[in-house]
């Protein structure tokens, strides 16, 4: 069993930072990409980063240089450093991963996310 496991989340005034880390534990043989959703209430679930399994990097176009997407590889870990907040980055972010249980799963694994974390950026 996999399991991704999210924190960081909370409360921050406007213009404020948070960073998110996500960590996968489990049965993992190897994990490809991963990255961060994110949804709003009343809203479709949402892409916000990915980052591949060499570090490679995809952007919403709303994160506007604002959020960085890093990963750990030795501690299944990945991250999401948010800058700059506004009221609209108010969500439930979301951690995902595409993992392989083992040698046999092919193609890039298995879908996997975690619980979530909500972010609430108010003053």
């Known amino acids: 069993q996999v399991q991704l496991v999210e924190s960081g989340g909370g409360l921050v005034q406007p213009g404020g930072s948070l960073r998110l880390a996500c960590t996968a534990s489990?049965?993992?043989?190897?994990?490809?990409?991963m990255g961060w959703y994110r949804q709003a209430p009343g809203k479709e679930r949402e892409l916000v980063a990915t980052?591949?399994?060499?570090?490679?990097?995809n952007y919403a176009s709303f994160v506007e240089g604002r959020f960085t997407i890093s990963r750990d590889n030795r501690k299944n870990t990945v991250y999401l450093q948010m800058n700059s907040l506004k009221p609209e980055d108010t969500a439930v972010y979301y951690c995902?991963?595409?993992?392989?249980?083992?040698?046999?799963?092919?193609?890039?694994?298995?879908?996997?996310w975690g619980q979530g974390t909500q972010v609430t950026v108010s003053s």
């Open positions: 995902n991963a595409r993992i392989k249980e083992s040698w046999r799963v092919r193609g890039p694994g298995n879908d996997y």
């Open positions: 489990g049965n993992i043989f190897s994990i490809n990409d």
């Open positions: 980052v591949t399994s060499t570090s490679s990097t």
